[in-house]
T-cell receptor, first 113, second 110 residues
C-alpha cells in the first residue's frame, strides 16, 4: 500500500497525559498537512509542512500541540497535557507542490477520558 | 476562500442518480471547485475537480454553469456503498490548506 499511513489508528488516554501520533506520507510528496475532525463536522486545518519546514499553523493549534517533520518525510503530532476537548480524529494528508489534491490517511482517533 | 452552501443531508435509493448541488456565490476567478467523499472512520477522498462546464471521471460528473456560482455533483446509479459525506470545496489553491464545511450526508436506501 503506497498511500498515506497513520499510527496508531486508535488511542485512548487519560486527561493530562501526553500523546504522539505519526504520519507517513506518500513518498514523493513534499507537502504534509494535519487536520482535526470532531463528530459531525468537517476536518479543520491544523498545520502544514513543506519538506521539513512548518509553513503555517492554525490558531486551533494551542501551545500544547507541536508538530515536527524532521527529515521532510514522516511527521509527528504531539499533544501535551491532553484535555477531554482534544478527543477527535486526527487526519494527515500529503501532496506534491502544485498537485491538484491532497491524499488523506485513515486518521488516528483519540479519546481522552 | 469562497464560502459554500450545500444540503445537510439527502436520501436516495439504490440504482438512482443522485445530484448534490453546492452554492458558492463568491467564487473567485482563479478558484476551482473540488468534491471530496468521506466514509465513516476514514479520511476524505478526492472525487472530482472542475473549473467550468462539465467534468466526468469514472466515479462522478461535475456540472458547473457559466456563472460558476453553483455546481452539481452527479453520482450515477448509486449503491449502498455510496453512503458517505460529500464535501464541496471552492478555492483550493494548488498549495493551500483545505477549508471543509459540514458536507452533505448522503444515505442510500435499499
Amino acid at each position: 500500500d503506497t498511500g498515506v499511513s497513520q499510527d496508531p489508528r486508535h488511542k485512548i488516554t487519560k486527561r493530562g497525559q501526553n500523546v504522539t501520533f505519526r504520519c507517513d506520507p506518500i513518498s514523493e510528496h513534499n507537502r504534509l498537512y494535519w487536520y482535526r475532525q470532531t463528530l459531525g463536522q468537517g476536518p479543520e486545518f491544523l498545520t502544514y509542512f513543506q519538506n521539513e519546514a512548518q509553513l503555517e499553523k492554525s490558531r486551533l493549534l494551542s501551545d500544547r500541540f507541536s508538530a515536527e517533520r524532521p527529515k521532510g518525510s514522516f511527521s509527528t503530532l504531539e499533544i501535551q497535557r491532553t484535555e477531554q476537548g482534544d478527543s477527535a480524529m486526527y487526519l494527515c494528508a500529503s501532496k506534491r507542490t502544485g498537485q491538484e489534491t491532497q491524499y488523506f490517511g485513515p486518521g488516528t482517533r483519540l479519546l481522552v477520558l | 476562500l469562497a464560502k459554500t452552501t450545500q444540503p445537510i443531508s439527502m436520501d436516495s435509493y439504490e440504482g438512482q442518480e443522485v445530484n448534490i448541488t453546492c452554492s458558492h456565490n463568491n467564487i473567485a476567478t482563479n478558484d476551482y471547485i473540488t468534491w471530496y467523499q468521506q466514509f465513516p472512520s476514514q479520511g476524505p477522498r478526492f472525487i472530482i475537480q472542475g473549473y467550468k462546464t462539465k467534468v466526468t471521471n469514472e466515479v462522478a460528473s461535475l456540472f458547473i454553469p457559466a456563472d460558476r456560482k453553483s455546481s452539481t455533483l452527479s453520482l450515477p446509479r448509486v449503491s449502498l456503498s455510496d453512503t458517505a459525506v460529500y464535501y464541496c470545496l471552492v478555492g483550493e489553491g494548488r498549495d493551500d490548506k483545505i477549508i471543509f464545511g459540514k458536507g452533505t450526508r448522503l444515505h442510500i436506501l435499499p
